[in-house]
């Protein structure tokens, strides 16, 4: 959805925050982080940037490609598009391509594997392998799958991606990404494909065809309450990783990338994670279900809808302090029915004092159909008297 600004809203000053910001004030970054070139860590519950570095700066993301691949075959299978029970075969020029290429789940020639399988490959040991399958039997070619990824990333807004091969394969750098659109890739498989991320996201090992290979994800049995996602090294792209946890309801994204070596790589993950949840803590602004704001509807059943958001309200703030928190509402109205509860409809702007702004979706609470003749000659007529 496209947000002008010409619709901005100032909903409130919140004086329940209201105040000085702490003497403390936004806290020093871990230096565990500081050999890593990009490192960007944000608070999905709030939308808001703890700490960034690089965030924009464009680089090759190796094996975090496959994030796009689950992300895409997700969006099938909600779609009814792709089943988990469905069977895939391995071509034979893919086979004499892919075999044990890179990372793998080891498919022999002329395998028959499940989609459920694949997306575990894919999600648990990084198979290129499986990749490749998954992409030709899902879309017909690489191209039409690499296709679907590009417009799913479009979709949710990374600007500064592309993707040529749905594993990460080096291309030439014909695929690319940043960690601000990788942070937007994660929030959306999380809230998108809640179960099936809880499902194929964060396993610690896979075994496949009798050979058992363990997730080398570096914060799953570090971290608590981590389950993910993603880690990638090419040469040319070093050492990177996409991951989140979630702790008592918050849930934290972290990036880092370009990172020369492994260790520096998990090393910085863990500790930004770490300090994201120590340092930080969160400020309640609105319970779940509570209408934020009624957002105008046009050629619909109702006038109006109310904005909610997916979970509580929350301010993200530095722990310990007390800063000011403006709430803004962004949207593009009137909105255009018809649309179906739970659709995004506008996102709502945190600014805590002395911190980066965040931005989180806001949803229609109910269902408002097209406006028959009926409904359109009633609204014309309200609409005199307001």
Not at 293 to 316: E, H, N
Request: net charge positive.
């Amino acid at each position: 959805m496209r947000i002008s600004a010409h619709f901005l809203t100032l909903l409130a000053l919140l004086t329940c925050l209201a105040g000085p910001a702490g003497a403390r004030g936004v806290p020093t970054f871990p230096p565990e982080s500081d050999s890593v070139p990009i490192v960007l860590l944000m608070d999905l519950s709030s939308g808001q940037v703890l700490y960034a570095r690089n965030a924009d700066r464009r680089f090759i993301p190796a094996s975090i490609t496959k994030v796009m691949t689950l992300y895409t075959a997700f969006e099938m299978i909600d779609a009814g598009k792709l089943k988990p029970q469905q069977v895939m075969a391995y071509r034979p020029e893919s086979f004499a391509e892919w075999r044990r290429k890179g990372s793998t789940m080891f498919l022999e020639q002329d395998a028959r594997v499940s989609v459920d399988q694949l997306l575990r490959g894919i999600a648990t040991v990084s198979a290129n392998d499986g990749s490749i399958v998954l992409a030709e039997g899902a879309a017909g070619s690489v191209e039409n799958w690499t296709a679907l990824m590009n417009a799913n990333a479009r979709a949710i807004g990374m600007v500064n991606s592309h993707f040529g091969t749905p594993n990460g394969w080096p291309d030439e750098g014909r695929t690319f990404v940043s960690a601000r659109d990788l942070v937007a890739l994660a929030q959306a498989m999380i809230e998108r494909h809640s179960a099936l991320y809880r499902r194929y996201i964060g396993r610690p090992a896979l075994t496949y065809g009798g050979i058992t290979q363990r997730n080398h994800d570096p914060l799953i049995g570090h971290v608590a309450g981590a389950d993910g996602i993603k880690t990638g090294f090419t040469n040319q792209a070093g050492y990177g990783f996409l991951g989140s946890a979630e702790r008592g309801g918050r849930r934290l994204a972290v990036v880092v990338a370009g990172a020369e070596h492994h260790r520096d790589r998990d090393k910085a993950a863990r500790a930004m994670i770490e300090w994201g949840f120590g340092a930080f803590e969160q400020r309640l602004l609105l319970a779940k279900g509570k209408s934020i704001a009624a957002a105008r509807v046009q050629g619909g059943t109702a006038r109006s809808v109310d904005l909610v958001a997916r979970g509580p309200i929350v301010a993200t703030v530095p722990k310990g302090t007390n800063p000011q928190v403006v709430l803004r509402l962004h949207y593009e109205g009137p909105i255009r029915a018809p649309f179906a509860a739970g659709d995004k409809l506008a996102e709502l702007e945190i600014v805590v004092a002395g911190m980066p702004p965040g931005r989180i979706s806001l949803l229609a609470a109910h269902d408002v159909g097209k406006a028959g003749v009926f409904y359109r000659i009633v609204n014309a007529v309200m609409g005199l008297f307001t």
